[in-house]
C-alpha cells in the first residue's frame, strides 16, 4: 500500500510543477474549510429532505425519498407562497433597478456637494436590517404612523390607512421598505460601471446629434449591461430569499398576504420542526434562485 | 518523501491523544450536570429576578446547585426541543399547557402520578389547572401560574358615554360602543389583538367559550365548521365588529397582545381582552395613563351561553425522564419543583405569592385568593379580586390542545385573520380549519 502511495505520488509529483503543488498546499486548509462550512451542509441537506422528520417525533425517522417535493408541490400553502414570492420579487427587483440607474445618473454628473449626497445615499444600505424592518413598521404604523401623518396632512388621505393589516397593500408595502435599503448599493454598482464609458462616446453621439434621451439609451445603457447584470442577479438573489422584513413587520400575514417561500420554509422548519420539509423546501427555492440567475446571466452575459 | 509517513503516524497519535486528553478534561462537566449534584432548570425568560431570588433560597435551603437557564418566550419551545433531542442536560423546565400532549406522546417529560409529595398539591389546585397538566389520565407537573383571559373596560371613558355598568353580553358590548363612538370620546371603543401571536389562540377560544361554543368535542372531533357550535358565529361577530359597525380598527389584524396592552393602556379603548396577569401593569401610573380606570368584568357572554366562560390556561414545572430515571436526580428536581410550586415549611405557596404580589401573576392554588396579602393586592390593582375569582372559576382549559395542536394553529391563525379581513367568509375558514383538524389528526 505504502509503495502504491509512494508511487502515485510521484506521478503527480511530475505531472504537476513546484508551484501547482505549493497553490495545492496552500490552498487545502480553505478547501477543508468550505467542505465543512459549506459543501457538508448542502449534501446533508438534501440528504435530510430525503426524510420524513419530525423533531417533535424523534422515534421515527422514515426515509420517504422524494415525497417530501410532491408533498410539497401538491400543498396549496406552496403555491400561494410561490405567487407571493414572486411578486414581491418582481416589484423589489425592478423598482430597485430604475430607481438605481436614476440614483447612478444623477450622482454621475458633477455639481456641488455631490460627494455628500452620494455618502447619504448609502445611509440606507448600511442600516441593519432589522432596525429597517422595525423603522417602516413605525412609519407604516395605523395609529401614529408617520406615513398616514404626512398624506393626511397634504390632503391625499381624509383618514389613517392600516397599510400593513391590507392584504392587497401589505406586499407591496414590504417590497418599499426592501427598496430603500437595497437600492443605494445597487447604484453604487451601477455608478461604478458608468464611470467607465468613455467620453468619447457620448461627445459622438453629440456630433451625430443625439439628444440627452438618445444618448441614455443608445450610449449609457447599453455600456450599463455588466453592472445591470450584476444588480439583477445580486437583487434577485436577494429578494427571493428575503426573510427578516417579513419576520419583523407581519409574521407571514394579515392571513396569508405576505406567506412567502421563506416565509414557508421557517414555519415549517423553526415552527413545525419538520426539517424534511424544510430542507426540500429549501432545495426548491435555492434551484429557483439558481435557475433565475442563469436566465440573467445567459440573457446578459453574452452580450458583455 | 520516504520520512513523512512516519512523522504523519506520529502526528495522528499526537492528535488522537490530545483530542482524548481534551475529552476526559471536558467530561466532568457534563457528568456533574447530569449528575445527582445539581437541578439543571430550563425556564423562559420571565419573572428572571422572583426565579434567581428563589433558587438562592432553595440552593440555601437544600445545599444543592441550580443551574437556570432561560430563553425568549417566542424561542424557546424550540429552543427546548432541540435540547431535548440533543440530550442536553435538563431536569426541570417550564411547560406551557399547550405542548404538553407533543412533549408527553415523545417522550421528553416524566409523570409525577407516583411522586406522592408532588401529587398531594392537587387537592389545593382549580380543577381545570389540574387537567391542563393532565394527559392520556397521566399528570405531567406541578403548576406555576394559572391565568385566563379578561373582559376588561375603562371605567373614564364609560362614565364619559354615561355607562354606568359594563356589558354582560356581546350585543350589549356593540351598543355601549356605539354609545361611546356616537359621544365622540374614542373612534374604536372595542380593542382585540387580532395580529398573528401566540396568544390568538387564547383570545378566540375566550371568545368561542364565552359564546358557549367549543371548537372540537371530548373525542377530539371538530366542531368548529359547525353552525351554531360557536367559532362561526364568533368569527362572523368580529367581522361584523369591525366592518359593519366599526368598533374595532381594522388595524387589530396587524396588532400583537403587547401592542394592544400598550394601547389600552394609554386609554384609547374603553373595552379590551386581555390576559388577567395584565392588570397590574393596566393599573400600574409607571407604565400606563390609564391607570386606576381600568377594571375587571365578567366576560360578555354569547345568544347561547349560560355562564360568562372564558378560556383559562396554565404553565407548569415538568420533569424529564433521564431526571426521573435517576433516583437522585428525581428526588432533587421533586424537591425543586415543591419548592417551587408547592408550600414552604410554614404552608404557605411562598413563590406564587410573591409572583402575584410582585407582578400580578395568578395562580392554580386556590387556598392564595384568601391570603391577606394578595386580597390587598387585588384590592390595589384591580379593584377587588371578586370577579377575578368568579371568572377563573368559570374559565375552560383549550380545547384545541392535542399533540398536532403548534402546526394547526400556524394555519388557522392566517385562516381567522381571513375572516376578520372579510376575504373569506367565517363557514369557508372554519371548514378549512376542520379539514386541517381532521388530517392532522389522522396523523
Known amino acids: 500500500m505504502s509503495t502504491v502511495s509512494v508511487s502515485a505520488l510521484d506521478r503527480l509529483g511530475r505531472r504537476f510543477g513546484y508551484d501547482e503543488r505549493s497553490a495545492a498546499v496552500l490552498i487545502f486548509p480553505v478547501f477543508i474549510v468550505l467542505l465543512a462550512v459549506a459543501i457538508f451542509p448542502i449534501v446533508y441537506s438534501f440528504y435530510t429532505s430525503l426524510f420524513d422528520i419530525n423533531l417533535t417525533r424523534p422515534w421515527r425517522r422514515p426515509f420517504v425519498g422524494f415525497d417530501n417535493y410532491l408533498r410539497i408541490f401538491a400543498d396549496p400553502n406552496f403555491w400561494v407562497a410561490v405567487q407571493r414570492t414572486t411578486v414581491y420579487t418582481v416589484v423589489t427587483v425592478s423598482v430597485t433597478t430604475v430607481l438605481a440607474v436614476a440614483v447612478a445618473l444623477l450622482l454621475n454628473e458633477a455639481f456641488p456637494g455631490r460627494r455628500l449626497l452620494a455618502a447619504l445615499v448609502l445611509l440606507p444600505w448600511a442600516t441593519p436590517s432589522i432596525v429597517n424592518g422595525l423603522m417602516w413598521k413605525w412609519i407604516y404604523n395605523p395609529g401614529y404612523g408617520l406615513l398616514n401623518g404626512l398624506l393626511v396632512q397634504i390632503g391625499l388621505l381624509d383618514r389613517y390607512k392600516v397599510w400593513l393589516g391590507d392584504p392587497d397593500l401589505t406586499i407591496f408595502m414590504i417590497a418599499n421598505a426592501a427598496v430603500w435599503k437595497q437600492m443605494p448599493l445597487a447604484a453604487i454598482l451601477i455608478l461604478v460601471t458608468m464611470k467607465a464609458i468613455p467620453e468619447d462616446l457620448y461627445k459622438a453621439a453629440k456630433v451625430d446629434g443625439a439628444n440627452v434621451f438618445r444618448r441614455f439609451w443608445h450610449v449609457t445603457l447599453p455600456a450599463l449591461k455588466p453592472g445591470l447584470m450584476l444588480v439583477l442577479v445580486y437583487e434577485t438573489m436577494i429578494s427571493i430569499r428575503h426573510f427578516d422584513l417579513f419576520l419583523i413587520m407581519t409574521q407571514g400575514g394579515p392571513g396569508d398576504a405576505s406567506y412567502t417561500l421563506s416565509w414557508q420554509i421557517f414555519v415549517e422548519t423553526f415552527r413545525n420542526l419538520k426539517f424534511g420539509i424544510g430542507a426540500a423546501l429549501s432545495y426548491i427555492l435555492a434551484l429557483a434562485t439558481f435557475g433565475l440567475s442563469y436566465v440573467f446571466i445567459r440573457a446578459l452575459g453574452s452580450k458583455l | ?443
Open chain 2, 1 to 443: 518523501m520516504t520520512g513523512s509517513p512516519n512523522v504523519s503516524r506520529r502526528m495522528l497519535l499526537g492528535t488522537a491523544l490530545s483530542a482524548g486528553a481534551a475529552s476526559m478534561w471536558a467530561t466532568p462537566t457534563s457528568l456533574q450536570a447530569q449528575s445527582g449534584g445539581a437541578v439543571n432548570f430550563t425556564a423562559w425568560s420571565a419573572a428572571v429576578d422572583q426565579v434567581k431570588s428563589h433558587i438562592s433560597a432553595f440552593e440555601n435551603a437544600s445545599k444543592l446547585k441550580v443551574n437556570y437557564e432561560n430563553f425568549p418566550w417566542a424561542q424557546y419551545r424550540t429552543s427546548v426541543v432541540t435540547r431535548l433531542v440533543g440530550n442536553a442536560p435538563m431536569d426541570v423546565l417550564w411547560i406551557s399547557d399547550a405542548w404538553l400532549p407533543e412533549f408527553a406522546e415523545a417522550q421528553w417529560l416524566a409523570n409525577i402520578d407516583d411522586i406522592p409529595e408532588l401529587m398531594k398539591y392537587n387537592a389545593d389546585a382549580a380543577p381545570y389547572c389540574t387537567q391542563s397538566m393532565t394527559y392520556k389520565g397521566k399528570q405531567y407537573g406541578l403548576s406555576y401560574y394559572g391565568d385566563h383571559m379578561s373582559f376588561v373596560y375603562n371605567t373614564d371613558i364609560l362614565q364619559r358615554a354615561g355607562i354606568d355598568k359594563p356589558p354582560a353580553t356581546w350585543d350589549e358590548v356593540v351598543r355601549a360602543s356605539l354609545k361611546i363612538k356616537q359621544a365622540g370620546t374614542v373612534e374604536y371603543p372595542l380593542l382585540l389583538a387580532l395580529g398573528i401571536d401566540t396568544w390568538l389562540v387564547e383570545f378566540m377560544s375566550a371568545m368561542v367559550f364565552s359564546n358557549g361554543g367549543r371548537f372540537v368535542d371530548p373525542q377530539g372531533a371538530p366542531l368548529m365548521a359547525e353552525p351554531g357550535r360557536g367559532a362561526i358565529e364568533t368569527a362572523a361577530w368580529i367581522r361584523d365588529a369591525i366592518h359593519t359597525h366599526k368598533i374595532v380598527s381594522p388595524g387589530a389584524v396587524e396588532t400583537p397582545e403587547i401592542n394592544s396592552l400598550k394601547a389600552f393602556g394609554a386609554g384609547q379603548h374603553a373595552f379590551y381582552v386581555s390576559p388577567t396577569y395584565r392588570l397590574r401593569a393596566l393599573n400600574d401610573p409607571s407604565q400606563a395613563a390609564a391607570a386606576g380606570k381600568i377594571r375587571p368584568a365578567l366576560m360578555p357572554r354569547g345568544p347561547k351561553a349560560t355562564a360568562s366562560a372564558t378560556c383559562g390556561w396554565i404553565r407548569f414545572y415538568g420533569m424529564t425522564p433521564s431526571a426521573k430515571a435517576n433516583a437522585a436526580r428525581r428526588a432533587n428536581a421533586a424537591k425543586f419543583m415543591e419548592f417551587f410550586g408547592g408550600k414552604d415549611d410554614s404552608g404557605t405557596y411562598r413563590f406564587q405569592k410573591l409572583l402575584v404580589t410582585d407582578l400580578g401573576l395568578p395562580f392554580c392554588t386556590m387556598p392564595l385568593a384568601a391570603d391577606p396579602d394578595v386580597k390587598a393586592f387585588w384590592d390595589k390593582w384591580a379593584g377587588g379580586g371578586d370577579v377575578i375569582a368568579q371568572q377563573a372559576s368559570s374559565a375552560l382549559k383549550k380545547d384545541v390542545i392535542a399533540p398536532w395542536f403548534g402546526e394547526w394553529n400556524e394555519s388557522a391563525s392566517p385562516a381567522w385573520q381571513s375572516v376578520f379581513l372579510n376575504k373569506a367568509t367565517p363557514e369557508a375558514a372554519m371548514r378549512a380549519m376542520a379539514t386541517k383538524w381532521n388530517e392532522l389528526r389522522k396523523g
